[in-house]
């Protein structure tokens, strides 16, 4: 799950803010720009910035790797005019705007972040971010939190089986003598539509009375 820092100089609408990134399976740290704020920041690991208030210097709120490039592509800047000081770089969204618009940035952030690092998963036109970022030629794929949990745990170890038991117990975090059938329905859903998306659907195998593994071949 990718983690976003949110700071705002308005409480009430950091909140609003927070609540809907929250239900956009986003994992949210908020807080008003000072000192607390650069605290929690430099315990986290976190994809992603969204100010509202840019500080004099950025650099302590960015991943470790990117303050030290100096490369502000994680930070999401929410514009006005004449505070975009020492944001090169950064996405500037301009004033008014919706929160739809700024949940699809903060993907396109993650996304454009995990490439520049490294540690993005390519095949073909899917790709799967660290952490967990999901995208289809680099547009955010649209799937539910255990959809998008199920395809990166499938695709750590591609063409590697992984057991129905395991993947219950990673994702749903339950014993595993529950109703294992939750992660067919699942696996299911997910199949569909990748098939709709990349128009296969041989992507997600499975082995019966086993598990399920993602096939892929360079």
């Not at 699809?104 to 690092?117: F, L, N, P, S, T």
Request: glycine residues 6%; neutral net charge; charged residues 25%.
């Amino acid at each position: 799950m990718a983690i976003v820092l949110l700071i705002d100089d308005d409480p009430g609408i950091m909140d609003i803010r927070e609540i809907f990134l929250l239900h956009k399976d986003y994992s949210v740290q908020a807080g008003t720009y000072g000192e607390e704020t650069q605290t929690i920041s430099k315990n986290i690991t976190k994809e992603c910035v969204v100010l509202d208030v840019p500080p004099l210097d950025i650099s302590c709120l960015l991943p470790k790797e990117q303050s030290e490039e100096k490369n502000n592509s994680s930070v999401i800047l929410l514009s006005r005019l004449g505070n975009e000081e020492n944001c090169s770089g950064s996405l500037k969204i301009p004033h008014p705007f919706s929160a739809q618009e700024l949940a699809g940035r903060i993907q396109e952030r993650i996304y454009a972040v995990g490439r520049h690092r490294n540690d993005a998963k390519v095949f073909g036109d899917l790709t799967v971010n660290k952490d967990g970022g999901i995208f289809i030629k680099g547009r955010p794929f649209d799937l539910t939190a255990k959809e998008s949990a199920l395809l990166t745990c499938l695709t750590d170890t591609p063409n590697c089986l992984i057991t129905t038991e395991a993947l219950f117990k990673r994702i749903w975090k339950l014993p595993s003598n529950s109703d294992l059938r939750v992660v067919s329905v699942h696996i299911a859903h997910l199949r569909k539509k990748l098939t709709n998306a990349l128009g296969r659907n041989d992507l997600i195998e499975t082995v019966w009375g086993r598990g399920y593994r993602f096939k892929w071949v360079d």
